[in-house]
């Protein structure tokens, strides 16, 4: 719901600010007092179009900033806002500025955000009809989904969606492996060679790291032994650290003998040395004897590391990849041996699941019908007070081809209406004049308040060309509307401005050749001289007066 609306330098407005309450509001005034500037603000927050010729003559830009409630948790809002990364805990303020160098600013609850996006989001806080194109109801595309919101079948939609998408996944699974085995045998003879060629490598990970380790200690043979020969003889020959250790035991052991124990950790620890020194003379002398100074062996490795990076390049690889080659291009020689077997499998299920998602969509298409007849009926039982009881609401459902299924079932929906006995039926964008169509859709949107998730509705001039009991039936509906969501009205008719809860009167001012549009809510008193003033013109009889006080406490549906 709109809690308030603060539009500064828009044309002739140049500062005002509004509050706006849940229920009907009416917004009258005389021609040309400035109501569609409102319109024209309010549709800048939501996503309309913006040109610098809004901005208020002399200023260097504009700006509006509305307040809007936080949407219900199911609206689709939550997932927008989710998506996009949007922080919106409390009102939802949006603001936007427009400079005469044609750019602008977004805010959301102070984030920046594109156009883009106020768009998508604003189609789910605001429904205009009348001047602004639309793109609700009046649009194609979103019928389908009005229908179903409209009709009681929620674990049906979801069980086509579920459907459809076991559907599509045994469909791709299929063509992946149809695909696989086309390609498979089209490189047949090669992935032959290729698996024969591999196979006689033989290689297996990590050997590259070992052939160049091994490589490396060749190659470098004679400075490791002479490094090993020197820590040998620094061992044994030059120091003789065992002699000197066996020294030092015997030396402890004749002075342990005069402290019992005392000594004893040091004897350990010199038990110890000698073991580890020991093990080190024989370790240098295993590593010395297994130094080897083969060229052959050299070459071979050499010619090893070569073959397989060969190998390597080849199928566009690193060496350590290439048992994983060999093992992909068994696979698919494997999947052209035994893979037609799976393939029919495959083509089975995907029959299966093909079979399913039919069935369930074909449901989902009768609960349609219904709901649809149930929609018509109910719209057209509205059409005739609206004095539009020769025309004709119509919910076409027709069947998709089969490329354009989807998790939403086989069905295309279209509003259709025509406006005369002998007129055919036609899109409801395209058949129905400006009055008829605000006409229609107050008809429509009386019958899907409870499954709408916009929050505020404004009808432009709904009343456009009708009088007398059909704007009294027009304002009827309205207040009806209004009881399940916000509804804002601009008017020229009595009838229906008696009906509101609220009431706004825009009007414009001249001074020193400057003229300014200003809004203000009327008082009851206000209220009543404004619609006398709708009902006789310039000058307001008592009897205009006592007519204004029926309409407005007459509020009965």
Known sequence: ?????????????????????????????????????????????????????????????????????????????????????????????????????????????????????????????????????????????????????????????????????????????????????????????????????????????????????????????????????????ALTQTNDVPSALRHAQAAMDKAASHVEGKYDDIIAALDSALIEASEAINQIEAASENISMNTNELENIESRLYMLKDLARKHQVSVSELPKVLADFQKRLGQIEFGEE??????????????????????????????????DKSVMAELSPLKMEKAKFETLITPLDENSWSELGMDGVMFTVSTNPNSPQGPINKIASGGELARFMLALKVNLAASSNIGTMIFDEVDAGVGGATAQAVGERLARLAGSVQVMVVTHSPQVAGKGNHHFKVEKQTKDNVTTTYVHELSAAERQEEIARMLAGEVITDEARAAANILINSKSA
Not at 187 to 195: A, G, Q, S
Not at 217 to 231: G, Q, R
Not at 350 to 365: D, F, H, T, V, W
């Open 1 to 233: 719901m709109l809690q308030s609306l603060s539009i500064r330098n828009v044309v002739l407005i140049d500062k005002l600010d509004l509050d706006f309450k849940s229920g009907l509001s009416v917004l009258t005034g005389e021609t040309g007092a400035g109501k569609s500037i409102l319109l024209d603000s309010l549709g800048l927050v939501i996503g309309n179009r913006a040109e610098t010729s809004l901005i208020r003559m002399g200023e260097d830009k504009l700006s509006v900033t509305a307040v809007f409630d936080m949407p219900q948790k199911d609206s689709p809002l939550w997932q927008i806002f989710a998506d996009n990364e949007l922080e919106c805990d409390g009102d939802l303020v949006i603001k936007r500025t427009l400079g005469q160098d044609g750019k602008g600013k977004i805010f959301l609850n102070d984030q920046p955000i594109s156009l883009k996006l106020l768009k998508e989001i604003g189609k789910y806080l605001v429904e205009v009809h009348g001047q602004f194109d639309n793109q609700g109801l009046l649009n194609p595309a979103n019928h389908l989904s009005v229908l179903d919101s409209y009709g009681l079948y929620k674990d049906l939609l979801q069980a086509v969606k579920e459907a459809y998408t076991a559907y599509k996944q045994a469909k791709k699974q299929r063509a992946e492996a149809e695909a696989e085995i086309v390609k498979a045998k089209e490189d047949e003879e090669n992935l032959r060679h290729w698996v024969k060629e591999l196979e006689a490598a033989n290689t297996y990970e990590g050997e590259e790291e070992e052939l160049s380790n091994r490589r490396s200690e060749l190659m470098n043979a004679e400075k490791i032994i002479e490094s090993l020969s020197y820590a040998y003889n």
């Open 342 to 375: 799976g393939l029919e499998n495959l083509r089975k299920l995907e029959q299966e699941k093909r079979l399913e998602y039919i069935n369930k969509a074909k449901e989902l298409s009768q609960a349609r019908k219904k709901t649809a007849a149930n929609l």
